[in-house]
């Protein structure tokens, strides 16, 4: 093999040093977004998106140009979270539709692989902002292009040059975007993009790296005989919860799970948690989860007794869509009991566990349009760094016509499905839906993690902050009354509801003086308080 081309498996190497890169520098992409809030964001959605795409390439078990980009491609796809971890996969895409074709890729390749890579994330964004992850890989590609088109045929100096020009355009961003400037970082996506590139030039180079994962990237084992099967049962059961179930919990429980397990499977449906996994200890699951709630329909199987008897382990049936099909079915991205009761209380059909503080991937929303009979499925994200996530999964599916409506907030979510009207066609159904949600304006108090200056407002690590649709309304130390100042800012004149769903960590009482100062403050408006239970955001209210 020639140092001036990349075999499968090189390139199988590159790619999961790159992984592993963002990885380790997950929590420095996550320090450099803009808004200092305490949630998942870049470098938790881009290290999931890769680490999705590392899980199938680590389980192949035939290496090939078609094979690697196939893996990486529809694991990265399936994967995406959040607007940079869905950018991240339309990359990969992009540059594998080109690299699947040959058997080894040279610069003329990795020239033409760069450019198709592009090109495919920036159709993919509806508005295209320059100083962002994609102005960093717009520089990759001129960059491709111009290594190839003089003539450079050395693979090393190519991808060198190509890391060097990458982190120069990162440095730039600052200057594309004032508001990167303002807070005095680079783009956090741009600079995810750098450490995979990092990854894959000190792979191709022969740099010994650690490519071990964390267990939900690590290889799948080659099927074993069927006398060797490494768990003895095949536990399912439901848990009824009788507690708050939010999405830290969701994550607690199947990290645990996958400790003493494998083939693990959990959901969450209102308030059901749905729990299936192979086991040597049933009673282990059972155990845990009862710290939820009650446990409720049992089943467990011994693989290796059913093997003996028919050959074969046990498998779960495949799940069909609940209910009777009908017309018209609802998913809504969601968290906080509260908040799913009153979406289920709507007639949503599918609540996906997530949102600010984890934010559902491309899978999940395809395993909820698979659990969703209807022919037409409505789709509202409530979030708008999962707007593209819910587009890529409607991008995917192929039996049912699905219509994304692009709600950015939980209010507007609810706004949308209150003007749901199942008489009428869908065009017309989206249409209202999308009207209702332009006139509702939305406010979240939470608290800063970070010291910071943007929006003009100096920001300490601890503050409250009130966050409305285009940035920071309000800040300071003292929570009700940081809620009352950005309810100031979202009303006017012509306002005659606000609606508040206090969060998890607010009681009924804290709850009830801030309704009273709100109906001494503004004595002709509505004022609704209701239970939303959400995590992180103390209040989220809704001004229309």
Excluded: W
Excluded at 169 to 179: E, I, R
Excluded at 231 to 253: G, H, Q
Excluded at 367 to 394: C, G, H, S, T, Y
């Amino acid at each position: 093999m020639s140092a001036n081309a990349i075999s499968a498996e090189l390139l199988a190497k590159m790619f999961l040093a790159g992984a592993k890169y963002l990885e380790n520098k997950k929590d420095y992409v996550n320090e450099l977004n803009v808004f200092p809030v305490p949630d998942g964001d870049t470098g938790t959605n881009m290290t999931l998106t890769i680490l999705s795409a590392a899980k199938e390439l680590n389980a192949l078990t035939e290496t090939n140009m078609a094979t690697v980009c196939k893996a990486v491609s529809g694991g990265s796809l399936r994967g995406a979270r959040g607007n940079s971890g869905v950018i991240l996969s339309q990359l990969i895409r992009g540059f594998t539709k080109v690299a699947s074709n040959y058997d080894v890729l040279t610069i003329e390749v990795l020239d033409e692989a760069a450019q198709r890579a592009v090109k495919t994330a920036y159709k993919a964004v509806m508005s295209p902002k320059e100083g962002t992850i994609l102005t960093v890989a717009s520089g990759i590609g001129k960059k491709a292009e111009e290594l190839h088109l003089s003539g450079c045929d050395d693979m090393n100096a190519y991808l060198k040059a190509i890391l060097d020009e990458a982190e120069r355009v990162l440095a730039t961003t600052p200057d594309l975007l004032p508001v990167l400037k303002e807070a005095g970082v680079v783009d956090s996506g741009g600079q995810g993009l750098v450490e995979i590139l990092r990854g894959a030039y000190d792979a191709f180079c022969g740099k010994e790296i650690d490519l071990t994962f964390d267990k939900s990237a690590k290889k799948k084992e080659k099927e074993q005989p069927k006398e060797e099967l490494k768990f003895t049962y095949s536990a399912e059961f439901d848990v009824v919860l009788d507690r708050n179930f939010n999405i830290k919990n969701e994550m607690d429980l199947k990290d645990y799970l996958e400790t003493i397990g494998d083939t693990v499977l959990l959901s969450v449906e209102n308030d059901i948690v749905k729990v299936s996994l192979n086991t040597n200890d049933p009673g282990l699951p059972l155990q845990k989860s009862l710290k939820y709630g009650e446990l409720n329909k049992i089943k467990i199987a011994n693989l290796k007794l059913k093997e003996k008897i028919d050959g074969a382990a046990e498998t779960a049936p495949v799940k069909k869509p609940a209910g009777p099909k009908k017309k018209y079915g609802f998913i809504a991205v969601s968290v906080g009991q509260g908040i799913n009761e009153i979406f289920t209380s709507l007639g949503v059909d599918y609540i996906i566990s997530g949102g600010q503080t984890m934010n559902p991937s491309t899978e999940d929303m395809l395993n909820a349009i698979e659990k969703v009979n209807a022919d037409i499925i409505f789709i509202l994200p409530n979030n708008k760094n999962i707007i593209m996530a819910a587009n890529q999964a409607r991008d995917l599916t192929k039996d049912k016509k699905i219509i994304v409506i692009p709600t950015k907030t939980i209010p507007q979510g609810i706004t949308a499905v209150i003007n749901f009207m199942g008489e009428v066609e869908a065009e017309e159904n989206e249409s209202t839906m999308n009207d209702g949600i332009s006139a509702v304006k939305t406010g979240q108090v939470t608290y800063a993690v970070r010291d910071t200056v943007i929006d003009n407002h100096e920001i300490h690590q601890d503050d409250f902050m009130g966050i409305g649709d285009h940035g920071i309304l309000s800040v300071g130390k003292e929570r009700d009354v940081v809620t009352l100042d950005m309810i100031k800012e979202l009303a006017d004149d012509d306002t005659e509801l606000i609606s508040v769903y206090y969060g998890e960590d607010i009681s009924e009482k804290e709850a009830g003086l801030l309704r009273a100062t709100l109906e001494e403050t503004f004595p002709s408006t509505d004022i609704e308080v209701q239970y939303g239970g959400q995590p992180v955001y103390y209040y989220i209210v809704s001004v229309e």
